[in-house]
């Protein structure tokens, strides 16, 4: 394969001068350059990461670890008044400005402005109905608002369901004068309003959107306003189920935050005669879809760059339709602000095969490595990788070496022989699956662990899928980390600017991997769930699940953690686990009378890290508690009750001389009572 298809394309190097190396914390940790304030005014949460470097970082110290068990909910605002839906899962994180919170929640996506020392609605803005937020595949994944100012006035901008951008006033919720324009759709106002279909180069009808045989489009995560420019991602349907060919490509837009003028579009998938095409064999370009954009945003506005975290090509599993490397897919691109021209990228997957895509934001931090200042740009990922460059040049900080990796035998796929290996830092987590990482609490569980893999084909990661033929009679593939294990978006990982260490939540996690004739599962006919008109050969199927023994992971603990990393230089500090035992493993059955350790919850870690503290809950479906822990070593500092489990990623703020924690919660709650999703607000005394 060409190397230019591996490797970034390096325009130039940053100069770089010599740092003396200062001891931090332990006398372990090289201080790096300097904490960036990134567009966040001290005490605010001005994105939904915090900042435009995406670190989850606040200095507000009011809690700290002598109070932190004092805190108390302060008050809960109530998202199930915004869906019809009991079972809303609230996935937006707030943000703070100016004295405001500012959310979206329901299907609808209503945006809220919401007092932050009482929790009461000031004003609303609903998108009026229309036949595109019908057919949205994605109408409850609403990540939050975006912020910017201009000329003076305070805008909130929101992206929908139905793929319309909003402008509106942070104080009143009013719609922008000048931006954007009407829609020839009753209910919709006169002004402050975009229709992204509309420069996204596919014929759609204004109501009803793109014809679903073309295709479908959606978003989820906000946009980012950056030196005047709004940058908008977007999202596709859920993973796993594709069973057809064609998609819309994931192309991201630009326009004017003053006047809503579309101003670039970058080609997720190389068109004709742009760099990268040629690595679409087949033609594949023309009608293959995905490679979205769909994780938060960062950017460097000093460097004019933005950076943009990509999806996995259609159909997640199954690429021999589309042989060849796939740019930009399941890649880091780094795409200058006012042109949207690619500066640099590198693709941490070939041919992806395993939808291991790039679920969330990248970093940046500038670091200190070997003496030498670094402005870095830090991507975790779903295979448990941290891949570390000069966010400007595009250079790995640590060697990435091509590797080979195993072969597949599915008939029509086409495999890349190589897959890039970060030298530095470790994996963090489980990656393929051998014996010896099966579960030994008992002899009599390590038996039945080994019965439950003897016909599964286990390997290191990369192992390709099979097929339900393969001559060998594997019933499947061990895939670990499974497309949901690794880091996902729902926690997401934290980084703190002071010190350039990395806090990163993950979850062990497998899955079957087994492919069936497409045909089995789609006749071809018109469904609501399915884009596209041709069915695949082959697809995902049913019957290679292996990774759970009578509800116990098949897996040696921890089920999850949070490890931290020094991105001065590569090292691992140290890990704890995910909260603690659930009780339905402390108390199963086949677990009477064993002394087993804390195991962590396997679920994705919700964190956020300020100047004393790391603050996290144990994620969707865990224990309704609050936990903190020393960021310095790990221990554990303290846990508070809160109404229900948190769901997504947490904020905090200083509020009139206050320090809040704002957690996205939805589930059951102490008291047994099932909480739909909301917001809990928690303040010390």
Same mark, same amino acid.
């Given at each position: ?309 990509? =999806? ?23 795409? =200058? ?349």
């Amino acid at each position: 394969m060409p190397s230019e298809i591996h490797r970034p394309l390096w325009f130039s190097r940053l100069a770089v001068s010599s740092l003396a190396l200062s001891l931090f914390l332990m006398g372990a940790v090289a201080v790096p350059v300097m904490a960036q304030n990134a567009g966040n005014p001290y005490g605010e949460w001005r994105y939904i990461w915090a900042d435009m470097s995406s670190t989850r970082y606040s200095p507000v110290d009011q809690i700290n670890a002598d109070n932190f068990e004092d805190l108390e909910v302060a008050w809960v605002w109530r998202g199930d008044n915004f869906s019809p839906s009991p079972d809303f899962i609230m996935r937006s994180t707030p943000i703070y400005v100016d004295g405001m919170l500012y959310t979206v929640a329901g299907t609808r996506r209503t945006v809220a402005a919401i007092d932050p020392s009482t929790g009461e609605t000031i004003w609303t803005f609903r998108e009026p109905y229309t036949e595109r937020w019908e057919g949205s595949p994605r109408k409850n994944y609403g990540r939050g608002v975006a912020y910017a100012e201009v000329d003076g006035r305070g805008v909130i901008y929101v992206v929908t369901p139905a793929f319309f951008l909003h402008a509106l006033d942070a104080k009143t919720g009013e719609p922008i004068e000048g931006f954007g324009g009407q829609m020839p759709i009753d209910g919709f106002p006169e002004t402050g309003t975009v229709d992204m279909m509309a420069t996204l180069g596919h014929p759609y009808d204004v109501y009803s959107g793109v014809d679903p045989e073309v295709g479908a489009i959606t978003t989820s995560s906000p946009p980012l306003i950056v030196n005047g420019v709004i940058i908008v991602g977007n999202s596709a349907h859920q993973g796993g189920g594709y069973t057809r060919l064609e998609n819309i490509p994931g192309d991201v837009q630009a326009f004017d935050a003053r006047t809503g003028e579309h101003l670039w579009t970058f080609h997720t998938i190389p068109r004709a005669g742009e760099f990268g095409n040629d690595t679409w064999e087949n033609d594949a370009w023309e009608w293959t879809g995905n490679t979205n954009v769909w994780a938060p945003l960062s950017a460097d506005p000093d460097a004019n760059l933005v950076y943009l975290p990509t =999806d996995a090509p259609t159909n997640d599993y199954f690429g021999g339709f589309r042989p060849g490397d796939n740019l930009f897919s399941s890649s880091l691109v780094a795409v =200058d602000i006012r042109t949207g021209e690619r500066r640099w990228h590198f693709q941490m997957i070939h041919h992806d095969i395993w939808d291991w895509d790039l679920p969330v934001a990248t970093q940046l931090v500038d670091v200190t490595v070997d003496g030498v200042e670094i402005p870095a740009a830090v991507q975790t990922s779903k295979q448990t990788f941290v891949y570390a460059f000069n966010r400007v040049t595009g250079e790995p900080i640590w060697p990435i070496e091509e590797r080979p990796v195993p072969p597949g035998d599915v008939p029509g796929e086409w495999y890349s022989p190589t897959q890039p290996f970060p030298s530095r830092p470790a994996a963090y987590e489980l990656q393929g699956l051998s014996e010896d990482d099966l579960m030994d609490f008992t002899p009599e569980l390590r038996a039945m662990a080994l019965e439950a893999v003897s016909d599964v084909k286990l390997g290191p990661i990369f192992t390709p899928y099979v097929h339900l033929d393969n001559e060998d009679g594997w019933r499947s593939a061990a895939q670990c980390p499974s497309a949901t294990g690794g880091t996902n978006i729902p926690g997401g990982p934290v980084i703190d600017p002071t010190s350039g260490i990395l806090y990163v939540q993950s979850r062990k996690a497998c899955s079957g991997g087994v492919l069936g004739p497409g045909s089995n599962r789609d006749d071809g006919s018109p469904q609501d769930n399915q884009p596209g008109r041709t069915v695949v050969d082959f697809a995902s199927a049913p019957g290679g699940g292996f990774a759970a023994i009578d509800g116990l992971p098949i897996f040696k603990p921890p089920y999850g953690r949070i490890t931290a990393i020094d991105m001065n230089t590569g090292e691992h500090l140290w890990w704890i686990p995910n909260g603690d035992t659930p009780d339905e493993i402390a108390e199963h059955p086949l677990l009477e009378g064993v002394d087993i350790p804390n195991t962590g919850y396997q679920g994705n870690a919700t964190a956020l890290v300020t100047s004393t503290l790391l603050m996290f809950a144990e994620g969707r479906g865990g224990r309704p508690a609050w936990y903190a822990a020393d960021k310095r070593t790990g221990e554990r500092v303290g846990s508070v009750e809160i109404p229900a489990p948190v769901n997504t990623a947490p904020m905090t703020f200083l509020h009139e001389g206050v320090q809040y924690v704002v957690v996205p919660i939805a589930g059951e709650g102490p008291d047994g009572e099932r909480i739909p999703g909301s917001l809990a607000a928690l303040r010390l005394p």
